[in-house]
DNA sequence: TATTAAGCGAGACGGTACGTCACGTCTTAGG
DNA sequence: CCTAAGACGTGACGTACCGTCTCGCTTAATA
């Protein structure tokens, strides 16, 4: 038993794209899934037939064009999570991108489905930043019992922070003065 | 003409509680004017008139209910410290409450008035973390040209960061490590 | 046992006065107490006070300005029944006067009191009409058994239901060429 | 491109049954569209897709039940127009019908496109009184120049104004006096 | 003259219905 | 079996009026 007409990968690509093009515009809260169809050119059933709920569908799009997360191998634990960091840093500063990054956490709160998504997600870039640690291991740079959990969890912290809740600015020099006072509190665990 | 029948503070009162009653329930994302308005014995307008929308709504109810900001003064800075974050971990640990902080950082974000208002409430608690730092100063505890500011993100953000975020569990350990580390850090940052 | 403050005439007035100047530009059914209220310069109880409802407030409002029924007595029956029957007609041609009459019926329809006052109202200008009837009789133009209110029923009914129901148009020609057949019909049934 | 869903013709016959259903029940002016809906079973868009307001609904629900206007050819142009009106009469003389016509009455004069509806509907009817006349004219009943228009309002006429403005009783008696009274007058204009 | 009961403008009150919107599902005809 | 189109039942939205009810004042007639 087979057969039937295939899925049109045209209409999966055009209804990300209006999704993205929509939620950049009005905001996820402003997102609907008659107006993405309309963008795209499509019948509301060809989205529910790919995706669960608008939010399941903008999960996707976002993870669609997001970069991989950096592997950096800069030799110094430093610039390593600054290559980490700074990234997110300005992901968080432009209002758009922190606005729909708050919304999608808001949304993942609610519904165990796209929380298992968005810890993936993160999951994804902290299994980078514990690398850069074992490296940092490696090199004698910090102690080998280092909780990396806990100094990556410090270095994001206070922008997700400022951006999510406390609502003052994240910048580049944010992360910066994060990465340098995470640092610190590593090297006077770790006296030679 | 100053006249009219004055606002009937009981009515207040009960949308007040009827707001944080079914909040508690079904979430802020569940949470609706109607359902609101007959929990109270209400008429909607009688909500409309006060707020201009249920997120308003749920900010006041929240603040009311919301106890001062700790003002801890153990004679020690840990201890201080530890005083001010752990409560806030065992608020984001609690699954009904870490849920409406989210939600409501994310309805905080698409709106200028309710993000003032968070900014404010959060602004409180952060005032009485800058009075630890200095009485910490005072007593020599940590160098004088310590970067308060960063130090609250620093104790406060993993926490954020792990339920709003990454859907880490929150305890109170966690609490303690993080200050823990941050200590480290001003530690050697002012080696006597 | 004792006083109080007497109502106030020139509220009566206003609140009389706007009400007209209220239907004549929205309608009875864009009618609201609040607007007349606003426009008299007046509280809603001091409208409710004195009126049960909108409706009576309108039949009161329109009874103020209704002249009495003309009386005619110019020795002809044709030109005693033209003299009820045009202002009537003109009424019913003026758009806005016929609509008003046409809520004024329905409102009536629909409540007892305001139906006995619309037909007390109707009743005086019948009497009128049964007047020049039986001055007719008494000159010998009709006989003796007349039905006096079947002719009335048909000098005016035409226009009524022109106006009311079969949208079409009113003029003072319509009211003449109603009277005239309705003579005719009597001058038949009474030979020389 | 031409698709989409049909109209389900089962819901607007649930609908157009509801709306008489419950206007005869509680009147026009007691009628909700939520109400329609609910006894319908269906959703209150699913109204407002088809019919703009709640008075265009009741003209239409009204059509659909209207009988056909008589066109009766009894051979005597009194018996035709009897057959006219009396059925006209005992509609009026149900309170419950009588009610609901004037409150059309009323909607109608507040609304354009009501109005078109409702002077086609009358229309209609007046086209089957006007034949009766024009076979009375052919059979000699009377001259050639008989105002039909003119007969027709005044054999309907008495009956609405008694109806919705005098509020006098209406009855087969006071048809048969009408048009015995209107023929009289015909009589007269034409003597052999 | 002091009391007092009712009226006053203002506007909040609990309700009810409004007409709109978006949800996620379902039903067409056609590819 | 997929497609675009769009109707479906559901349910919340925020608004508009309803008729009632305080408020803090007059305003006269009564005691």
Same mark, same amino acid.
């Given at each position: +038993?087979?057969?039937?007409?295939p899925r049109?990968p045209h209409a999966?690509e055009?209804i990300?794209?209006?999704?993205l093009? /929509?939620?950049?515009e009005v905001g996820? $809260?402003?997102l ?6 309309a963008r795209?050119g499509v ?5 529910y037939?790919r995706w ?6 903008l999960f996707?799009a976002v ?5 991989e997360?950096?592997?950096?191998d800069?030799g $110094?634990?430093?610039?390593d999570?600054?290559?980490?960091s700074?990234?997110?840093g300005?992901k /968080? ?5 922190g606005?729909v +990054? ?10 165990? =489905?796209?929380?298992e998504?968005q810890? =993936? ?7 980078s930043?514990?690398?850069i640690?074992?490296r940092? *291991?490696?090199?004698g740079?910090?102690?080998a019992?280092?909780?990396?959990d806990?100094?990556?969890?410090l *270095?994001?912290?206070p922008?997700i922070?400022?951006?999510f809740?406390?609502?003052?600015p994240?910048?580049a020099d944010? +992360?910066v003065r994060?990465?340098?006072a ?6 006077v665990?770790?006296?030679?």
């Amino acid at each position: +038993m087979a057969g039937g007409r295939p899925r049109d990968p045209h209409a999966e690509e055009a209804i990300l794209r209006a999704t993205l093009d /929509l939620v950049a515009e009005v905001g996820l $809260s402003g997102l609907t899934v008659d107006a993405v169809a309309a963008r795209a050119g499509v019948g509301k059933a060809t989205i529910y037939r790919r995706w669960s709920s608008k939010e399941a569908l903008l999960f996707e799009a976002v993870a669609t064009v997001a970069e991989e997360p950096p592997s950096p191998d800069t030799g $110094s634990l430093r610039d390593d999570l600054l290559a980490l960091s700074v990234p997110l840093g300005e992901k /968080l500063a432009d209002p758009h991108q922190g606005r729909v +990054m708050v919304e999608m956490a808001a949304a993942a709160a609610q519904d165990d =489905a796209l929380r298992e998504v968005q810890r =993936a997600f993160v999951e994804r870039r902290r299994a980078s930043g514990r690398a850069i640690l074992r490296r940092a *291991v490696d090199r004698g740079e910090v102690p080998a019992d280092v909780d990396a959990d806990l100094v990556l969890d410090l *270095v994001v912290g206070p922008a997700i922070y400022r951006s999510f809740l406390s609502h003052r600015p994240v910048d580049a020099d944010l +992360m910066v003065r994060t990465v340098d006072a995470v640092l610190a509190g590593l090297a006077v665990a770790a006296p030679s």
